[in-house]
């Protein structure tokens, strides 16, 4: 096995890990270079490659499964964001104490800041999540 093809690989594998991230083409790149230099009279199980390549593809899947559910997630509380402008809305508020309190005061837009919705009143910025109900 010749040195370069090992020190390319170590240089591939260490760029990999400053950036801590794994793309398909760098699996793939890595994966050639190792099967291209490995010893021919002690050769690797391909299985072994192969199972490897189908968790990664997994798990890229999961990961962008994942990431258009929080999209969809953003873009659900956007519309209910939107359908409460200019209702009468009870938001829980923490004041500090044990005790939660509820606060009313009418919609008059949303905001979106990283990745949550937020209602907007004369009052302040609530998000979503401390809506409690709806009209008097």
């Known amino acids: 096995m010749e040195i370069n093809a090992i020190r390319n690989t170590q240089n591939q594998k260490s760029k990999v890990e400053k950036h801590d991230i794994v793309d398909k083409n760098v699996f793939l790149k890595i994966l050639s270079v190792e099967l291209a230099n490995q010893d021919p009279l002690n050769a690797k199980d391909n299985t072994q490659y192969i199972s490897q390549l189908a968790q990664f593809t997994s798990l890229e899947q999961t990961s962008n499964l ?30 500090g104490s044990d005790k939660e309190t509820i606060k009313y005061d009418v919609v008059k837009s949303i905001k979106i800041e990283k990745g949550n919705v937020y209602l907007i009143t004369e009052k302040g910025k609530y998000s979503i999540d401390d809506v409690v109900s709806v009209g008097k």
């Open 66 to 95: 994942y990431s258009s559910i929080s999209k969809l997630l953003i873009s659900q509380r956007t519309t209910e964001g939107t359908l409460l402008i200019g209702k009468d809305v009870g938001f829980k508020v923490n004041d």
